[in-house]
């Protein structure tokens, strides 16, 4: 694989709805993933990217969130669980795989989440705010779950026949995200 060639996957693509596979070891080879996909994430303009989003069904995801004190807070977990979680929010969402679609979630507030790091390392990431929430979009897609399922039913079915026409592969170059909402 030319792991330059890293190219997003739009919805209707199967590889979003698998459940990916654990990272059995963290080597070279997986870092080079890691590095390509925070490639790829900048290049979209995105805060948070899963594996199977580029095509690959293994759990890892990277994020690269700003805090409102400018602090960014920048992880690629590999094989990661959420631990713990307090409280609720509801927070506008959009994805990177989705283009064009935004919609109010509703997700932990506060959440514990452990991990390897890209050296093999165990990572314990404590997070609140629009971490909290990239970190659990990105979960969700490493078992194969979107945020559009995550929606009400009314909300659901007003996006359904947008969805339709993504479904049949007219998703994304067109639908450039005009939204200041974060994508994922
Ligand atoms: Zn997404």
Redesign the pocket.
Known sequence: MDKRSLKLRYYGDPILRQKAAPVQTVTPEIRDVIGAMFDCMYRERGIGL?AP?VGIAQRIFVVDVEKESGERSKYALVNPVMKETAGSIVGEEG???IPGIHADVKRHADVVFEALDEHGGLVVVRAEGLLARALQ?ELD?LDGVL?IDRLSPIRRKLLESKLARMQFGEAGKAASTASASPS?
């Open positions: 899963a989003q994805c990177l795989s979009h897609h945020f994922f």
